[in-house]
């Protein structure tokens, strides 16, 4: 049976993904290398994590990765915080439970007495990271749920996994693959530039430009109907007609 990357765990900032994306990278942890089957699915529960890496073009030399995730679990449209994917199971499944067990939710399909579990909450990261058969792509898919959250070890306080608390992980190794796709402009405006539209910072005013700046500018040029308004007031502009 295929284990999780991790258990009972959260995490909590990308600082603490970074770290396991980099504890699977030396070694430390195991990568999922393929889909989860029936029983793997079921074996899903708080604290989970999984790290696989995407299917890319060339990955059929290597056998590695996976095309998509699969869980078989129906999730609600999905919320962005501090860079991270959430989402929230839309029906939480049926789990078997003793039959002396007196759950007030439990029913009895078939005989046998069921109760709905927690509803889990599914957190999803990924990266690009240089490997050595080039840039890939990796996620990590975390679950969890808001009863027991507070239970969770961090990756910092796991008695499992005190080595990956210790491991420095290389600067710049790691990149967001949501950050990765904002681009900078081509031509930024000039924070000074006294026509510019960028936006100033939340909270503050916009800056002025100095004045030895803007005595170097050419002065803005007018509407072309503004233009020809000016000009039917100026003589030196006025048609000359000859004198009968």
């Not at 995730?69 to 999905?78: A, R």
């Not at 050595?132 to 009863?147: D, N, S, V």
Request: proline letters at 9%; a positive charge.
């Amino acid at each position: 049976m295929q284990m999780p990357t991790c258990v009972q765990l959260r995490v909590r900032t990308p600082s603490d993904a970074n770290l396991i994306f980099h504890a699977v990278h030396v070694g430390l942890l195991p990568m999922v290398t393929r889909r989860l089957d029936t029983e793997e699915r079921r074996a899903i529960e708080s604290g989970c994590v999984y790290v696989w890496e995407e299917r890319g073009t060339n990955s059929e030399a290597t056998g590695i990765g996976i095309e998509r995730w699969t869980d078989s679990i129906q999730w609600g449209p999905s919320r962005v915080r501090d860079e991270f994917l959430y989402y929230q199971e839309r029906k939480p499944m049926l789990a078997e439970v003793d039959t002396a067990s007196d759950e007030s939710d439990a029913t009895t399909p078939g005989g046998r007495r069921y109760f709905r579990r927690q509803t889990l909450i599914k957190q999803t990261y990924s990266v690009f990271v240089a490997t050595t058969y080039g840039r890939r792509k990796w996620h990590l898919i975390a679950y969890f749920t808001q009863e027991t959250l507070h239970e969770l070890y961090t990756i910092q306080n796991h008695p499992y996994y005190s080595q990956v608390a210790t491991l420095q992980v290389p600067p710049a190794m790691y990149t967001c693959a949501r950050s990765s796709r904002i681009r900078p402009p081509l031509n930024p405006p000039n924070p000074f530039h006294p026509y510019s539209t960028g936006p100033s910072s939340p909270g503050s005013h916009h800056t002025l430009a100095p004045l030895s700046y803007l005595k170097t500018l050419p002065p803005r040029r007018r509407h072309v109907v503004d233009e020809m308004a000016l000009m039917s007031f100026n003589p030196d502009t006025w048609p000359t007609y000859p004198k009968l």
